[in-house]
Nanobody, 116 residues
Framework: QVQLVESGGGLVQAGGSLRLSCAAS?????MDWYRQAPAKPRELVASITDSGITHYSDSVKGRFTISRDRNTMYLQMNSLKPEDTGVYYCHADKVVNVEGAKYNFWGQGTQVTVSS
């Protein structure tokens, strides 16, 4: 079992910045950030493979930067907007066999609130 511990959420004014961190207790493969706004489904924000390949949703491209150092992942969020408000969840997966089956792990979530 892998534990994911997030930190770095908080309240910030529009245009401000926050940096989220997610530390995995064991080695993992791909890592991702998801977010969930009130009354909306959880959405993928950004992802990074164990080799450093990144992907961003169109809504955050150019403003957010995902990075990782081994099994700790970061999300630098700049030029924050009120619509970035939500609970941000860390996700990681671990391939467990040659067929590509994966275990999925989730953090507890950290609240990000952007005021206008």
């Amino acid at each position: 079992q892998v534990q994911l511990v997030e930190s770095g959420g908080g309240l910030v004014q529009a245009g401000g910045s926050l940096r989220l961190s997610c530390a995995a207790s064991k080695s993992v493969d791909a890592m991702d950030w998801y977010r969930q706004a009130p009354a909306k489904p959880r959405e993928l924000v950004a992802s990074i493979t164990d080799s450093g390949i990144t992907h961003y949703s169109d809504s955050v491209k150019g403003r957010f930067t995902i990075s990782r150092d081994r099994n700790t992942m970061y999300l630098q969020m700049n030029s924050l907007k009120p619509e970035d408000t939500g609970v941000y969840y860390c996700h990681a997966d671990k391939v467990v066999n040659v067929e590509g089956a994966k275990y999925n792990f989730w953090g507890q979530g950290t609240q990000v609130t952007v005021s206008s």
